[in-house]
């Protein structure tokens, strides 16, 4: 079953605007980590943030969590055509040794 | 950097035929994952190897997939015979640690007819 669960499905916005996602899952986690996957490629791995972190920064990427929610948000800021891909976030639950993907959010950015 | 390599890149057989995928992680990686890709099922973990050892293979079929690690530098993922619900993308991936960021590889295409 999918623990993560991304939302929206689909986003399109215009180059510059700030893009915003979010996951949520269903019980307590180790970690939750975001992916990208640019169309016929693999995942890339973007951000982990830790039960006991409540943000994170990567470049233009923000990552919030809110276990009390049982809750993430990626916020891309200043997008770029580039960052056009769909968006993974994938949960590791405590005493599970695997990851748990989410259908991701397709996101479009427009020139 | 490094990468996880995957071959063959595409893969186009006849139903009933053996398929065999292959991966080679991370040197230094002590995990390994195949994930299967559909648009309908989206992202399904198959088989997850530690140090070389299968520790859970639940998520494949066991009568037609086997996953083996006969070395650290190679993964290995048969399916045999295939059948046309196989057609996905298959990826590796591997981790320093259960709990570390995947590396992903960049999949196997499969497409059975």
């Known amino acids: 079953s999918q623990q993560g669960e991304e939302d929206p499905q689909a986003l399109s916005i215009q180059e510059g605007e700030n893009a915003t996602m979010n996951c949520s899952y269903k019980?307590?986690?180790?970690?939750l980590q975001w992916y990208r996957q640019n169309s016929g490629r693999g995942l890339v791995h973007l951000i982990l943030?830790?039960?006991?972190?409540r943000e994170k920064h990567s470049g233009r990427l923000r990552v919030t969590l809110d276990t009390s929610k049982k809750s993430s948000s990626l916020l891309i800021t200043a997008s770029r055509a580039a960052d056009t891909a769909s968006y993974f976030c994938?949960?590791?639950?405590?005493?599970?040794?695997?990851?748990?993907f989410g259908a991701g959010t397709t996101v479009t950015v427009r020139a | 950097d490094a990468r996880v390599t995957q071959t063959p890149r595409d893969k186009v057989t006849e139903m009933g035929q053996e398929v065999t995928m292959r991966c080679q992680p991370i040197l230094g990686h002590n995990t390994v994952f195949w994930y299967r890709q559909t648009m309908m099922q989206g992202l399904e973990l198959l088989a997850y190897f530690r140090n070389r050892a299968p520790l859970d293979d639940s998520g494949m079929p066991k009568d037609r997939f086997s996953a083996e690690m006969p070395d650290a530098t190679l993964a290995t993922l048969k399916i045999q015979p295939s059948e046309p619900r196989d057609s996905a993308v298959y990826f590796c991936?591997?981790?320093?640690?259960?709990?570390?960021?995947?590396?992903f590889g960049s999949g196997t295409r499969l497409t059975v007819v």
């Open positions: 019980t307590s986690i180790n970690n």
């Open positions: 943030i830790r039960s006991n972190e």
């Open positions: 994938a949960v590791r639950l405590y005493n599970d040794y695997k990851l748990s």
């Open positions: 991936a591997s981790a320093p640690g259960a709990g570390d960021g995947y590396t």
